[in-house]
C-alpha cells in the first residue's frame, strides 16, 4: 500500500483527540483533547493512572468500546484519516501498519488456543505461508522475545504461561506482522528486568533499522527515561508536559516532578514514601 | 529497608516451605525451595519471568499442586484442599488485575463476596474502609471492572485482599500496574496496616527497589530453583555472590543503547 502522501506524511498525526464515555450525569470525556506528531522514533506515555493513555492508544487503532465515542480535529496514519476510513482500509492498516501490544497479556490473549496458534494466525492473517513454515516463524518469533523452551511453550495455553511470558507472546504476537507503527501499553511491566532490556533492545532495533515508530505506554520512569527519545506526561485527559526522555529528570510540570519523587529508591530510600498531593488547578 | 528491621521477625514463622516442588506433568516449575516467614516480617520474590515466583504462591494458596517438600502454615501443614477460613488468614493479590476481578460484578460485589462467605459483618463500614484506604472514592463503588483504568482495578483487588484482615498477605506484583504516585501509596499502606496488625507478607515484585523498600530479607530465583537468599541490606550494599543476582542488578539501572559498531 504504496501511495505519493504516505512517503511524506507524519507516521501519525493525532489533533484534539477526544474520548467519551457515558455516565449517569452526561458524558465523561477520559481524553481531553491529546496532540502530537510521531514520527520513526521512540515516543513514551507516562501518567498517573486512569489519565487516559490506554484509551488514546485504543482511539487511534481503533479498540475504543461502542460505548466511547472519538473526536478529533485530525487522526491520521501516513496521511490516511482514521476516522473516516473504510472497514476495509481499517483492517488493512490494523492487519500490518499499527499493531498494539495491549496492556493485560492474558486478558487479551484467547483462552481458547494456544500461544503457538495465536502467533501462527497473526502470522497468516497477512501473509501467505504453509502451517510448517507459519510454525517455525512462530517458534523463531518466540526465541527471539527471549523465551527459554519456545516448544513447549508453543503448545501451551494462555493460563498455564507465567505473567512474563505472556507477555512476551503477545509482543511476538504483534512483531510477527511487522507493523509500521507499534503502540506498547506496559509491554514489559511483567519481566524481569534482564529480559525486559533485552526485549527493549529488540524493539529498539526495529526503530533503528526498519524505521518503525513507537509509543510505549509506561510507568517505569527510569525505563521511559533512558528508553524513549520523547516524553508525553498524562495528567486527566490531557497531555501537561513534553519532555526530551533523557531531561526528564529535569521536568517542570509539578505532577511529573511528584511522580519522580515518590518511586523507591535502592539507595537513601524514604519511610514513608512521598506522595502526591493532587492539586484542582493541574486538571483544567 | 522497612523501618520494621528489628521489631519483626520474632516468634514462631506463620509459614514455612520446607524443599517446596510444583509439577505440571513433566514440567518442574517449583524446585526444592526452602524459606520461612515470621509474624510481621515481609519475604521477597525476585527473579527470572517463568522461574515460579508466582507458582510458588499459588501452590501456598491452594491454587497449585505441592507435588513434593511440605508448606506449613500456622504450624499445620498444608494439603490438598484448605479450610474455607483458611482463605480468611491467607489473601493473595494476583499478577493481573484483569483476570482476578469477575467481570460482571461490580466493585461493591467484589468487595461484599469475601465479607459473605466468611460471614463477616460491618460490611458497609469495611467496604467504604477499604476503599478509602486504597485511595478510591465511592464514586467507584458501582463500576465494572472493565469501566476502570489497570490501576485502579489493581486497588480494587488490594481492597479485597484487606476487607477479611488477614494475617498473611501474597502479593503477586502489586504495583507494576501502578503509576509511581499510586504505587507509593499502596505501599506506605501496606507498611502500615504490617506495622498495625503484624500482617506477614510474601511480595513478588521485578523492582528490586520496591522490594528493598517494603522487605527484610529476598530469594533470587531462576529456573525453579533459589539462586541465593539475601537481606535487603545485603543486597542495597551490592554484597551479593551469584553473578545472576548482579545481572538483575545492573538491568535495574535501566536501558543502555549500544553505540553503533563502527563500519
Ligand atoms: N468503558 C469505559 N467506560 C467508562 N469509563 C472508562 C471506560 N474505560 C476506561 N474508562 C475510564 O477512562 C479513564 C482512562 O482510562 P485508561 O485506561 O486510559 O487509563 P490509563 O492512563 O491507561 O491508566 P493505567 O495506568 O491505570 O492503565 C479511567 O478513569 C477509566 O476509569
Ligand atoms: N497450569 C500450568 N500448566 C503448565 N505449566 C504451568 C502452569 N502454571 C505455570 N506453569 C509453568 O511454570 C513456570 C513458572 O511459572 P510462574 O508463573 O510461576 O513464573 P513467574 O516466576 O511468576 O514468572 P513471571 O515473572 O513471568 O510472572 C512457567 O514456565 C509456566 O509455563
Ligand atoms: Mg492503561
Ligand atoms: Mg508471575
Known amino acids: 500500500m504504496t501511495n505519493m502522501k504516505s512517503d511524506t506524511a507524519p507516521l501519525l498525526e493525532v489533533r484534539d483527540l477526544r474520548v467519551s464515555y457515558p455516565t449517569r450525569d452526561g458524558r465523561t470525556e477520559v481524553v481531553r483533547g491529546v496532540n502530537f506528531t510521531l514520527g520513526r522514533e521512540r515516543l513514551g506515555i507516562v501518567g498517573e493512572s486512569g489519565s487516559g493513555k490506554s484509551q488514546t492508544g485504543r482511539a487511534i487503532i481503533g479498540l475504543t468500546p461502542p460505548t466511547g465515542r472519538i473526536t478529533a480535529e485530525r487522526l491520521a496514519y501516513?496521511?490516511?484519516?482514521?476516522?473516516?476510513?473504510?472497514?476495509?482500509?481499517?483492517?488493512?492498516?490494523?492487519?500490518?501498519?499499527?499493531?498494539?501490544?495491549?496492556?493485560?497479556?492474558?486478558?487479551?490473549?484467547?483462552?481458547?488456543?494456544?500461544?503457538?496458534?495465536?502467533?501462527?494466525?497473526?502470522?497468516?492473517?497477512?501473509?501467505?505461508?504453509?502451517?510448517?513454515?507459519?510454525?517455525?516463524?512462530?517458534?523463531?518469533?518466540?526465541?527471539?522475545?527471549?523465551?527459554?523452551?519456545?516448544?513447549?511453550?508453543?503448545?501451551?495455553?494462555?493460563?498455564?504461561?507465567?505473567?512474563?511470558?505472556?507477555?512476551?507472546?503477545?509482543?511476538?504476537?504483534?512483531?510477527?506482522?511487522?507493523?509500521?507503527?507499534?503502540?506498547?501499553?506496559?509491554?514489559?511491566?511483567?519481566?524481569?528486568?534482564?529480559?525486559?532490556?533485552?526485549?527493549?533492545?529488540?524493539?529498539?532495533?526495529?526503530?533503528?533499522?526498519?524505521?518503525?515508530?513507537?509509543?510505549?505506554?509506561?510507568?517505569?520512569?527510569?525505563?521511559?527515561?533512558?528508553?524513549?527519545?520523547?516524553?508525553?506526561?498524562?495528567?486527566?485527559?490531557?497531555?501537561?508536559?513534553?519532555?526530551?526522555?533523557?531531561?526528564?529528570?529535569?521536568?517542570?510540570?509539578?505532577?511529573?516532578?511528584?511522580?519522580?519523587?515518590?518511586?523507591?529508591?535502592?539507595?537513601?530510600?524514604?519511610?514513608?514514601?512521598?506522595?502526591?498531593?493532587?492539586?484542582?488547578?493541574?486538571?483544567? | 529497608m522497612s523501618d520494621l528491621h528489628g521489631k519483626s521477625g520474632t516468634g514462631a514463622p506463620v509459614l514455612i516451605a520446607d524443599a517446596l516442588g510444583v509439577d505440571f506433568g513433566p514440567f518442574r516449575a517449583v524446585d526444592g525451595v526452602s524459606f520461612e516467614v515470621r509474624p510481621g516480617e515481609s519475604l521477597g520474590?525476585?527473579?527470572?519471568?517463568?522461574?515460579?515466583?508466582?507458582?510458588?504462591?499459588?501452590?501456598?494458596?491452594?491454587?497449585?499442586?505441592?507435588?513434593?517438600?511440605?508448606?506449613?502454615?500456622?504450624?499445620?501443614?498444608?494439603?490438598?484442599?484448605?479450610?474455607?477460613?483458611f482463605y480468611r488468614h491467607v489473601q493473595m493479590v494476583f499478577q493481573d488485575p484483569y483476570g482476578s476481578l469477575h467481570p460482571r460484578q461490580t466493585v461493591d460485589q467484589i468487595l461484599s463476596e469475601p465479607l459473605a462467605i466468611h460471614r463477616i459483618a460491618d460490611g458497609e463500614r469495611r467496604i467504604r474502609q477499604a476503599l478509602d484506604e486504597v485511595g478510591l472514592g465511592s464514586g467507584f463503588r458501582f463500576r465494572y471492572p472493565h469501566q476502570l483504568s489497570g490501576g485502579q482495578r489493581q486497588r480494587v483487588a488490594i481492597a479485597r485482599a484487606l476487607i477479611t484482615e488477614p494475617e498473611l498477605l501474597l502479593l503477586d506484583e502489586p504495583t507494576s500496574a501502578l503509576d509511581a504516585s499510586v504505587q507509593a501509596e499502596i505501599l506506605n499502606l501496606l507498611e502500615e496496616i504490617r506495622q498495625h496488625r503484624r500482617l506477614s507478607s510474601i511480595l513478588v515484585s521485578h523492582d528490586l527497589a520496591v522490594i528493598t523498600h517494603l522487605c527484610e530479607r529476598l530469594i533470587v530465583m531462576q529456573s525453579g530453583r533459589e539462586v541465593e537468599t539475601l537481606t535487603s541490606r545485603q543486597l542495597v550494599a551490592g554484597e551479593v555472590t551469584k553473578p545472576y543476582t548482579r545481572e538483575l542488578m545492573a538491568a535495574s539501572e535501566g536501558f543502555r543503547r549500544k553505540e553503533p559498531v563502527p563500519a
Request: hydrophobic share 40%; aromatic share 4%.
Open chain 1, 78 to 284: 501516513k496521511g490516511t484519516d482514521l476516522l473516516t476510513a473504510s472497514p476495509r482500509q481499517r483492517r488493512q492498516i490494523r492487519g500490518g501498519g499499527i499493531g498494539m501490544v495491549l496492556q493485560d497479556p492474558r486478558f487479551s490473549l484467547n483462552p481458547l488456543m494456544t500461544i503457538g496458534q495465536q502467533i501462527v494466525e497473526a502470522l497468516r492473517s497477512h501473509v501467505r505461508v504453509s502451517g510448517s513454515d507459519a510454525r517455525r516463524r512462530a517458534l523463531e518469533m518466540l526465541e527471539r522475545v527471549r523465551i527459554n523452551d519456545p516448544e513447549r511453550v508453543f503448545g501451551l495455553y494462555p493460563h498455564e504461561v507465567s505473567g512474563g511470558m505472556g507477555q512476551r507472546a503477545m509482543i511476538a504476537m504483534m512483531l510477527i506482522a511487522g507493523p509500521d507503527l507499534l503502540i506498547a501499553d506496559e509491554p514489559t511491566s511483567a519481566l524481569d528486568v534482564v529480559v525486559q532490556i533485552e526485549v527493549l533492545a529488540i524493539l529498539d532495533q526495529l526503530v533503528a533499522e526498519r524505521g518503525m515508530g513507537l509509543i510505549f505506554i509506561s510507568h517505569d520512569l527510569r525505563l521511559v527515561s533512558s528508553f524513549c527519545d520523547r516524553v508525553l506526561v498524562m495528567y486527566a485527559g490531557r497531555v501537561v508536559e513534553e519532555i526530551e526522555a533523557s531531561r526528564l529528570s529535569e521536568a517542570k510540570h509539578p505532577y511529573t516532578r511528584g511522580l519522580l519523587d515518590c518511586v523507591p529508591r535502592l539507595h537513601n530510600d524514604r519511610h514513608p514514601l512521598p506522595t502526591l498531593q493532587r492539586q484542582a488547578e493541574w486538571a483544567v
Open chain 2, 45 to 85: 520474590l525476585v527473579g527470572e519471568s517463568g522461574s515460579g515466583k508466582s507458582t510458588i504462591l499459588r501452590a501456598i494458596a491452594g491454587l497449585a499442586p505441592i507435588s513434593s517438600g511440605a508448606v506449613r502454615f500456622e504450624g499445620k501443614p498444608l494439603g490438598k484442599r484448605r479450610e474455607k477460613a
